[in-house]
């Protein structure tokens, strides 16, 4: 168990990867920089698949991209429903970052979403939108009206699911990240060859793809219940 106690607060533990001397020393997260590393990845895929397109005869590689977009704006269209379609860009990015964050630990890397900071900005980014989408469906006045429905004695637990919301966003993928890593640990003390292969490879892919996807569900919920 105590072998399990040190991994995980090393887990918990959120390393520096470099210090940037100004200001008295800036110190940038490991998760920081690992995200910088998926942001060039997207970006470089998507100045490669984006690149010479045509309207007429468009070839293989164009093809293939408009292939991957048009998945994406189904399946996130398809989460937010016809009255919110417009905020389709955001869940496709955040699922390709969150699916992304998840699958890098098959590279050696610590994932991103093992940083409390990191699932915390996803969090208050979602709810941030989700509060601008009802604000721009029902106007400023029709917004505050909302917190009042149906009745108003409940307007202050409608207040409160302000912090409850980016809360529980944070800590479902934040907790489920790292369950699936005590879940291994424990494997690998009872059964050291062979089984812990199998579920790595479990969490690492389809675990983390599912997280992505519960994340992005629930914001896609919450976004449809304020333009209601």
Same mark, same amino acid.
């Given at each position: ?40 990845? &997207?970006? +470089?895929? *998507? =100045?490669? !698949? ?5 309207? $007429?005869?468009? @070839? ?61 900005? &996803?969090? +208050?980014? *979602? =709810?941030? !939108? ?5 604000? $721009?469906?029902? @106007? ?68 983390? !793809? ?19």
């Amino acid at each position: 168990m105590e072998h399990l106690t040190s991994e995980l607060q090393a887990q918990l533990q959120v390393d520096t990867a470099f210090v940037i001397p100004v200001f008295g020393g800036i110190s940038v997260a490991e998760s920081t920089v690992i995200t910088w590393v998926i942001m060039g990845i &997207l970006t +470089i895929l *998507s =100045i490669y !698949l984006g690149s010479n397109l045509t309207v $007429r005869n468009p @070839g293989k590689r164009q093809q293939f991209a408009e292939m991957i977009v048009s998945w994406f704006d189904n399946f996130s269209n398809g989460l937010l429903g016809k009255d919110a379609t417009q905020y389709s860009t955001y869940i496709s990015v955040v699922l390709i970052y969150i699916g992304l964050s998840n699958l890098i630990g098959l590279f050696g890397m610590k994932p991103p979403t093992k940083d409390l900071n990191v699932t915390a900005a &996803l969090s +208050i980014c *979602s =709810i941030m !939108l989700i509060e601008i989408a009802g604000i $721009r469906k029902k @106007g400023t006045k029709g917004w505050l009206k909302s917190f009042a429905q149906p009745v108003a004695i409940v307007t202050p637990i409608n207040i409160l699911e302000l912090v409850i919301r980016p809360l529980s966003l944070c800590m479902r993928l934040f907790g489920n990240v790292l369950g699936a890593f005590i879940i291994m640990e424990l494997i690998k003390m009872v059964v050291p060859v062979g089984i812990p292969a199998i579920f790595s490879l479990y969490f690492d892919i389809f675990d983390g !793809l599912i997280q992505a996807y519960v994340f992005v569900f629930l914001t896609s919920l919450y976004i449809q219940d304020a333009v209601e």
